[in-house]
């Protein structure tokens, strides 16, 4: 998932998907994560990658053709820049606030009392940032991961 991101802001100006989408939209409401994947459909080359099997809440996809948010395990991020090696470019979607799955678009900042949900990786995930890498952070090591990613707000858009 990480290196699709990569190979496409390769191809776009060093620009990820997110940011295209903020540029073109007037709400925030109105982006889904689905756009952003169904964006990098040439360099996933199929939308199984977006599907965890420890996911049991999503179903894998077999083609772009009818792909929607059921078909997802992963949050996107839409402020990620390439100049900001550590930021959260996406990860598994299963981070909470408030005792609920976060959902839609969330601005994560690093005041954001979030944490992973037992569900998926217990209380862990995974998470590509846009250095290439992928960390596998735990709720220990989440608020640091957070603070170390240099922006004043990442808008995360979750399945």
């Known amino acids: 998932v990480g290196l699709s991101f ?3 802001a390769t191809d776009n100006d060093e620009r990820f998907p997110g940011s295209f989408l903020l540029s073109n939209r007037t709400s925030l ?7 952003i994947y169904a964006s990098l459909s040439n360099e996933l080359s199929t939308p199984l990658i977006v599907y965890c099997d ?5 179903k894998p996809a ?3 053709t009818n792909f929607t948010s059921e078909n997802i395990s992963y949050f996107a991020s839409l402020s990620a820049t390439a100049d900001k090696p550590l930021s959260f470019l996406a990860g598994d979607r299963n ?6 799955l976060l959902s839609g678009v969330f601005g994560l900042t ?10 998926i990786h217990v209380e862990q995930g995974n998470i590509a940032q846009t250095d290439g890498s992928v960390q596998q952070v735990s709720n220990s090591r ?8 240099d922006l004043a707000t990442n808008l995360l858009v979750f399945p």
């Not at 420890?54 to 999503?58: C, Y």
Request: glycine letters at 0%; a positive charge.
């Open 54 to 58: 420890k996911d049991t809440a999503r």
């Open 62 to 64: 077999r083609s772009f």
């Open 95 to 100: 981070l909470y606030t408030n005792h609920r």
């Open 6 to 8: 990569s190979i496409y």
């Open 29 to 35: 409401a109105s982006i889904q994560v689905t756009e």
């Open 142 to 149: 989440l608020t640091n991961s957070i603070k170390d990613q």
């Open 110 to 119: 690093t005041n954001s009392r979030i944490a992973w949900a037992k569900s």
